[in-house]
């Protein structure tokens, strides 16, 4: 993203960052780009939907919906209306392993962004109100996107209870709604002292801003958040998967079959999860990809087949814990599970034995990394510049504590080499490593 | 850092400082001597550019007879040319760094790419070569249609989509904006030659827009251009039919019964102007505060004060032809009714009472501060200029956007929401099962019954 006009793609990127760390523990990054006057902030808290409390499943989510319902100082609507008035746009998001709001604005209207993820962060004031109509609009969210979609949840929801033991990865992310009615305003008071200290958090400025005044706005509005304790270390770990893990689900709406299968990947960082990241690409990576290529262009047994680390809800960069490399498919009723699944795993079984040739993991590397730019500028439709850079941002400090990976993390990719490719496939592309979900259309009765 | 903190009162909200002026970049607009239009502009943010190739026929050519036949064509044409089968186009493309996705709306056929700026030679030479020497083969056709099938069978089981069906059947009827998806039956009836003929007669360069935007110099990149497309033989092509609309009096209710359904689908709206209409911005302005930003009455409305949807929005939606304004909003089922009362409240209030300063002067902040960040990205800033250029909007359009919104006034307001929210004459669409909503929507009009199939039940 730097500003000079040149071509080299192999250029070494050179994004500007600086960091601290507050004394209250809120860690900072500063990332200036002064082409356009636009600026795009976030603060990201080390808080996913893992580690929500038992009893209370889908409550992070509930609980990112409540941090836009009133803080000390902005009470209800004044924080949407706040942002949407100065010409900008705002969300959150919950993730596996953290929780973020964001915002982008015309850069004039900066320091009252600062302002107000300062307000939430020191304090919510929210009522009984405002929680009953939040879990009904999340109850809405989740039949708009989940309960009356065809392949709602498919495989996101559906994957974690089949294919983890240990709730914290296998419950359901969105919530039972019984779990949902069941959350108190006690809850979400509790849940914001646990996990929303400055300590556990990492505020992020990006675009038109000077390092310097950047860090000066931060001293005004987040310095004097008092400090709080650090939640406890949860555990979230998985028991060693010895055998195939594979259950049913029904289809209520759709009418193809569908089968998602999940293979546990490497930890973020070692030398594993480079090279998964190459097969990946390799295996998905849309219509070249060899998964696409036999089983929808060549042998035509599915109609789609798409797949990634964490695929659909995530990427290769923002887990900090379990996860898996999925392959979703579609396929024609006129084949079975059993020949769809065999015919999948003779794509994984030639990457095993034949692994893959330099000619092949070249142009991957051209367009990961073309891939990689992409997401940088933007990542996140057309009103969240640099989107994908403050996430990356996020991840690197909040899971790896060196923002500074954001420049120099692709080459740790483009030196992966084809034989690292062939053994972490031989490695990870198990049976016994997997699980499969199959989603399977209901019958249809006279209606 | 300095430790200290410099006190502050936290209660007060900072005021915005001065904005910083957007500064344009700049833009080289040309038209080779075969009639292609080219606009290049220049953004440095990454090492990449990013590029659309229109062709202004879209699906609203062959409505009446073949729906859905250009997004095929576009589909099609990727999978084969005269020098490339498909596998080498697409490991052409990764080996570029490159994406690239073809299909059709209702008004254009377009080729979307972007890849490293390194290969831009190449890549452009894919696109002129996918869109001059395609072959159409004959496999591929039949396997994109089987997946086109299957995927119109999901469509209806998909709310969304069997609301839009019906909403854009019942204000558009015959013409060719009425029908928004092949039936499986006029899919199946497709022939390759059909596609063949499309390509040839509407993939011409008189009838063609190239929008580039991304890390080049405009004028190197413009000599490209004109040697990889300045060959193409000219050509220009009819316009798109324009049959007479639909006479549509009173309020009207279509109910799509989707069995099992466990939330409902509501779809409300009338035919509204397009782009081109001096009364655009005016529109685009009370949408916003009608319902188009979540700062919106109707989203604190249904949304935060009363909870029955998560993302209620409202739109002004322009075709090339004609446009229309719509309210949606998934809600659960025992509000169908409640949801409608609010809808039509919302509208009155827009159509009876002129806006407060205040809320007059959020909406044009928002509407100017969003239209900057649209900029801000390759793919944005080529998303405004193919909008602003593929309509032949004024050629200072986008520069002025946001000076002719600052000046709108609440009287602007009020005459765009009497116009153009027909809240006498809105159609409504209710998708969901029919036994939980069919009481509650009958009462906001007659009401016609369809099952997912687009039968009339």
């Known amino acids: 993203m730097g500003s000079e006009s040149t071509g080299d793609f192999l250029r070494q990127l050179n994004i500007p960052i600086q960091t601290t760390t507050l004394p209250n523990g809120l860690r900072v990054v500063v990332s200036p780009d002064r082409a356009a006057p636009v600026a795009t902030v976030g603060v990201y808290y080390n808080i996913g939907f893992r580690i929500e409390p038992h009893g209370r499943s889908g409550f992070a989510h509930l609980f990112e919906h409540m941090m836009f319902q009133g803080s000390a100082n902005a009470g209800k609507m004044v924080h949407i209306k706040l942002i949407n008035s100065s010409g900008g746009m705002l969300n959150g998001s919950t993730h596996y392993d953290v929780t973020n709001y964001y915002e982008s604005v015309p850069s004039n209207a900066l320091e009252r962004v600062l302002w107000l993820e300062a307000d939430r962060m020191r304090a919510l004031k929210v009522d009984d109100d405002n929680l009953r109509n939040q879990r009904d609009v999340v109850k809405e969210e989740v039949r708009v996107n989940v309960l009356n979609q065809p392949y709602g949840g498919f495989p996101w ?41 400055p300590s556990n958090a990492v505020l992020l400025i990006l675009g038109d801003i000077e390092m310097e005044e950047g860090f000066k706005l931060v001293e005004r509005y987040f ?13 979230i770990d998985e028991p060693p998967q010895l055998e195939e893990r594979r259950g049913v689900v029904e289809e209520k709406f759709g009418t193809l079959p569908g089968i998602a299968i999940g293979y546990q990947a490497p930890r973020r960082l070692t030398p594993e999860w480079y090279a998964a990241a190459m097969l990946d690409q390799a295996l998905h990576g849309g219509r070249v990809g060899r998964v696409y290529r036999r089983l929808v262009l060549e ?38 599970a059993d020949q769809t699944i065999a015919a999948y795993d003779e794509v994984l079984e030639e990457m095993k034995q034949q692994g893959m040739t330099a000619e092949e993991l070249d142009p991957i590397k051209v ?20 989107y994908g850079l403050m996430h990356l941002l996020a991840c690197f400090t909040l899971f790896d504590s060196d923002p500074h990976l954001v420049n120099t993390i692709l080459g740790g990719f483009m030196e992966v080499t084809p034989e690292a490719v062939q053994s972490v496939a031989r490695k990870l592309l198990t049976r016994s490593n997997r699980s499969i979900v199959i989603r399977q259309p209901a019958k249809k009765g006279a209606v | 850092m300095a430790s200290t903190p410099r006190s502050e009162n936290q209660s007060a909200i900072p005021a915005l400082s001065p904005a910083r002026p957007v500064i344009w970049p700049p833009r080289a607009r040309t038209t080779l001597s075969n009639g292609i239009e080219v606009v290049l502009v220049e953004s440095h943010t990454i090492p990449k550019f990013t590029g659309q190739l229109f062709f202004r026929s879209g699906n609203a050519v062959t409505a009446a007879t073949a729906p859905g036949l250009a997004d095929m064509t576009a589909t099609v044409a990727r999978t084969g040319t005269t020098a490339r089968t498909s596998r080498q186009i697409e490991e052409d493309l990764r080996r570029m760094g490159a ?64 609301a839009s069906e019906r909403f854009r059947r019942v204000l558009f009827g015959a013409h060719p904006y009425g029908t928004i998806s092949p039936t499986e039956a006029q899919a199946e009836s497709y022939r390759l030659e059909q596609f063949k003929d499309f390509y040839a007669r509407y993939y011409r360069p008189g009838n ?45 209710v279509y109910l799509v019964h989707l069995p099992g359904a466990v939330q409902a689908q509501v779809l409300v709206g009338n035919r509204a102007i397009t782009r081109k209409h001096p009364d655009w911005l005016r529109l685009t302005l009370a949408n916003s505060i009608y319902g188009g930003a979540f700062n919106s009455r109707l989203v604190m409305n249904i949304r935060e004060e009363k909870g029955y949807t998560y993302s209620p929005r409202s739109g002004a939606h322009p075709l090339r032809q004609h446009g229309y304004f719509s309210i949606g909003a998934a809600v659960r089922n025992d509000v169908v009714a409640a949801t409608l009362t609010e809808i039509f409240k919302e509208i009155e209030g827009m159509r009876s009472t002129p806006v407060g300063e205040d809320e007059l002067a959020d909406a044009r902040n928002y509407l100017t501060g969003i239209f900057s960040l649209g900029l801000a990205t390759q793919d944005g800033l080529a998303g405004q200029l193919a909008t602003a250029t593929l309509e032949r909007l004024p050629e200072d359009y986008l520069e002025t956007y946001r000076e002719r919104i600052l000046k709108l006034t609440a009287g602007d307001v009020l005459d765009a929401a009497q116009k153009y929210f027909d809240s006498a004459n809105a159609q409504i669409v209710v998708v969901g099962d029919r036994a939980q909503i069919e009481s509650q929507a009958a009462t906001f009009g007659e009401m016609e019954v369809y099952d997912a199939q687009g039968n009339r039940i």
């Not at chain 1, 047994?301 to 659909?312: F, K, N, T």
């Not at chain 2, 990889?228 to 033989?233: D, E, L, M, P, R």
Request: charged share 20%; glycine share 8%; aromatic share 10%.
């Open chain 1, 367 to 386: 367009k990961f990394r073309s891939n990689y730019f992409s997401m940088l500028e933007g990542g996140h439709g057309a009103h969240i510049p640099r």
């Open chain 1, 223 to 235: 310095a004097s958040i008092p400090s709080g304790p650090q939640p406890e270390p949860a555990n």
């Open chain 1, 299 to 336: 042998q035509q047994i599915a109609v789609d087949a798409e797949g990634g680390i964490q695929y659909p809800v995530g990427d290769l960069f923002d887990y900090n814990g379990p996860t898996l490399m999925v392959t979703r498919l579609l396929h024609k009723p006129e084949y079975s």
């Open chain 2, 99 to 162: 994406d690239l996705s073809s299909g059709a709306g209702a008004d254009n056929s377009v080729v979307s790419f972007d890849g490293l700026v390194d290969f831009s030679n190449e890549l452009l030479r894919l696109v002129a070569e996918l869109t001059q020497q395609a072959i159409f083969p004959a496999a591929e056709f039949e396997r994109e249609r089987r997946q086109l099938l299957e995927g119109l069978k999901i469509q209806r089981t998909t709310p969304g989509f069997l």
């Open chain 1, 157 to 197: 929801l559906d994957m974690p209870p089949i294919a983890y033991r240990n709730w914290a990865n296998a419950h359901n992310f969105y919530g039972d709604f019984d779990d949902l009615d069941a959350a108190t305003l006690e809850d979400v008071q509790k849940f914001f002292k646990t996990y929303y200290a």
């Open chain 2, 208 to 252: 063609a827009l190239l929008v580039m935007v991304g890390d080049f110099a405009p004028q190197a990149m413009h000599e490209q251009v004109e040697k990889i497309f300045g060959a193409w033989a000219s050509g220009s092509v009819a316009e798109a039919p324009n049959p007479p609309l639909p006479d549509l009096h009173g309020r009207r």
